[in-house]
């Protein structure tokens, strides 16, 4: 399937401009608590900043970085650089100082756009960043507070190379200068680079061009799971990810729907505050936020108060990590409203195949969405033209699409590896089944080998998850006597806090451990504000708050125990985050001061380890379970399936 689009093509126009011209500028683009503006008025802003752009000499294709939280500022801030010809990418606020640096560095920005707190942790890395020529500052306001004021400018950026000043300002010169023509942009000119996820190595740019986007909002957004002008969107994933970027700004804005924006970090409680302020119809949601979501109705409904209201939504999209079969029906049938799981990449823009209405199979990633081509090929395959495997066989998958990256940025072996034309080879494991469905495997280096028999960690999660007490689960290899055994830590339901566990031996701790004969190389480190990073050989390779790889992660295992549990541990922000590793490159155990509703288990030898407490000794101590002995693989399932039969 191919969409016909005009030569000349802008994303500002396609996914905003236009909307004026359809007569649809009264209606409400955005909301931010109280305050609301209109298509006219996301669009007269967004022009007035690529007229300031252009005024101040910032050239088609030179990047802008917009590094800002969830409020209306960060719209106008993508049209804006897009309707200038520049080339937008996108970065947490969060995120450590020396990881923005790093992104400003390598993607060469000409601007930055942010708050005043990230611009001044900057400041003594301007010298190093020669590229910057202006900085605009934009309030970190939190939802509902004023977005559109003139700034101070930090101490810290008195002097400094850089012009500097307030978004606001630049708009009001902005709109001084309409004499000022906007450049042409075409269909494959570069618009964005989107940053893949680290998962094998740093983050690199996946380059972009205009018709990219707009051909998978065409088939995916409204012909597959069908945005409409009446929805209101929120999301859980914030905007500078690609998949929220798509799913709550430019889908919403390609039908003329409304968005409703939170600045605050999502946990449970503020995305059910925003559903409760402004009753969306569609929300962009993560396997992790679904089970959070069924917990914290749990726990209002066990405290005597009335649970959770999503009768509002029509539909959630799920993505990002993998939505276990168990955890779907269960959010369906307590709230309701579908939930289309999909699976999609930074190298393909968005979404290329996923359930969808009508066509749903809980566990699996629906079937290809209409203009997207999937072939699970052998690991070997050196080219999509390799023969495919048949049915239910796994193996890796390859896509193909119109929305497909030019390459990544400074990386032309991995681009040679992983793009090939048309073609995409996503390094991940699949297989598809006779009618077509799609189903995850996890990644190749995620196998591992039990008894002679590999091992699919997903599969093992999977079952762990029909157990009524687990939340989340993530299952890696250990060592015990010279062998392999799998191990898997659980976030365990609120109602099953209270329970004992058959081989689990339950000890009340303090509110942080440490392993008397824990590695040199690793350790963790106390930051302010629950900010926690990790370190593995003095590297920093996890970063709770902004969910991106500071380095290369020292192995797959601890690579997917950060995937699969931090969002459920950061999410309720422990004081502290502490790694046990029994080798030098696997992790033993997690502790933390554990969030309220976190408890630990791991299927793997530990009695040789030594903890003791340190810190402060809160006055309600959370549970840390702990197992006696590391049972054999088998033992795994007769656990959970013992547990299960017994009521527990």
């Not at 689009?5 to 909301?31: H, N």
């Not at 006219?40 to 101040?56: F, H, I, K, Q, T």
């Not at 089970?291 to 109705?297: A, V, Y």
């Amino acid at each position: 399937m191919t969409v016909a689009f005009p030569e000349e093509l802008s994303l500002a126009d396609y996914f905003l401009f236009d909307r004026i011209t359809e007569g649809k500028g009264d209606r409400i683009a955005l909301r931010f608590g109280e305050g609301a503006w209109t298509y006219a008025g996301v669009a007269d802003r967004s022009r007035a900043l690529a007229r300031w752009l252009v005024e101040r000499g910032i050239a088609p294709e030179q990047r802008v970085y917009i590094v800002l939280p969830d409020t209306p500022a960060f719209a106008w801030g993508i049209f804006g650089t897009l309707a200038a010809g520049c080339v937008l990418t996108m970065g947490n606020p969060i995120a450590p100082t020396d990881d923005l640096a790093a992104v400003i560095e390598y993607v060469r920005a000409a601007v930055v756009i942010t708050t005043p707190a990230v611009a001044a942790a900057l400041a003594p890395r301007l010298g190093e960043l020669p590229s910057v020529r202006e900085i605009l500052l934009s309030p970190d306001a939190a939802t509902g507070d004023p977005v559109e004021v003139d700034l101070e400018i930090p101490a810290a950026l008195a002097g400094c190379r850089p012009g500097v000043g307030s978004l606001h300002a630049a708009l009001a010169r902005g709109r001084t200068l309409e004499a000022v023509p906007l450049p042409k942009v075409r269909r494959d000119d570069p618009a964005i680079w989107l940053f893949t996820s680290g998962s094998t190595g740093r983050p690199k740019a996946a380059m972009h061009s205009h018709r990219d986007f707009a051909f998978n909002t065409e088939v995916y957004a409204k012909r597959t799971v069908g945005y409409r002008e009446s929805d209101i969107a929120i999301s859980v994933p914030r905007l500078f990810f690609g998949y929220a970027t798509g799913t709550n700004l430019w889908f919403p804005f390609a039908v003329g729907a409304t968005v409703g924006l939170f600045s605050e970090r999502p946990t449970a409680e503020s995305v059910a505050d925003a559903i409760a302020r402004y009753r969306p119809t569609i929300v962009t949601n993560v396997p992790t936020m679904l089970g959070k979501l069924l917990d914290l109705d749990d726990e209002r409904r066990a405290a005597g108060g009335p649970g959770l209201d999503l009768s509002s939504v029509r539909f959630h999209l799920s993505a990002g990590e993998a939505l276990p079969e168990p955890l779907h029906r269960r959010f369906v049938e307590r709230f309701g409203a579908d939930v289309y799981d999909g699976i999609g990449s930074a190298e393909m823009f968005h979404i290329y195949c996923s359930n969808r209405p009508g066509d749903i199979k809980p566990g699996s990633l629906g079937r290809a969405v209409e203009g997207y081509t999937l072939r699970i090929l052998p690991e070997d395959a050196e080219g999509p033209g390799a023969p495919p495997l048949p049915p239910s066989e796994i193996g890796v998958l390859w896509v193909k699409g119109d929305s497909v990256a030019h390459g990544y940025f400074q990386d032309r072996d991995k681009s040679w590896k992983t793009f090939h034309g048309h073609w995409c080879r996503t390094g991940d494991l699949f297989h598809i089944d006779e009618r077509g469905y799609l189903w995850f495997s996890g990644r190749a280096d995620d196998l591992f080998k039990v008894g002679g028999i590999f091992v699919a960690p997903r599969e093992v999660e999977d079952c762990l998850l029909a157990h009524p007490a687990v939340s989340v689960a993530a299952v890696i290899p250990g060592e015990d006597a010279g062998l392999t055994k799998p191990k898997a830590l659980i976030v365990l339901r609120p109602d099953a806090r209270t329970h004992k566990f058959p081989g689990v031996r339950v000890a009340r701790q303090g509110t942080c451990f440490r392993a008397s004969h824990a590695p040199a190389d690793f350790h963790s480190e106390t930051v302010a504000h629950h900010h926690v990073r990790i370190r593995c050989g003095g590297t920093p390779w996890l970063n709770s708050r902004s969910g991106i790889w500071g380095g290369r992660p020292p192995s797959p295992s601890l690579q997917r125990v950060g995937n699969t549990l931090g969002p459920a541990l950061t999410s309720q922000a422990p004081r502290r985050f502490v790694w046990l590793s029994g080798t030098r490159r696997e992790p033993m155990v997690i502790a933390c001061p554990p969030p309220r509703d976190f408890r630990m288990w791991s299927w793997s030898g530990q009695q040789d380890l030594n903890l003791r407490p340190s810190g402060p000794k809160p006055d309600a101590l959370p549970d840390c379970a702990m197992p006696r002995r590391a049972p054999a693989f088998d033992t795994l399932f007769n656990i959970t399936r013992q547990a299960s039969l017994s009521g527990r």
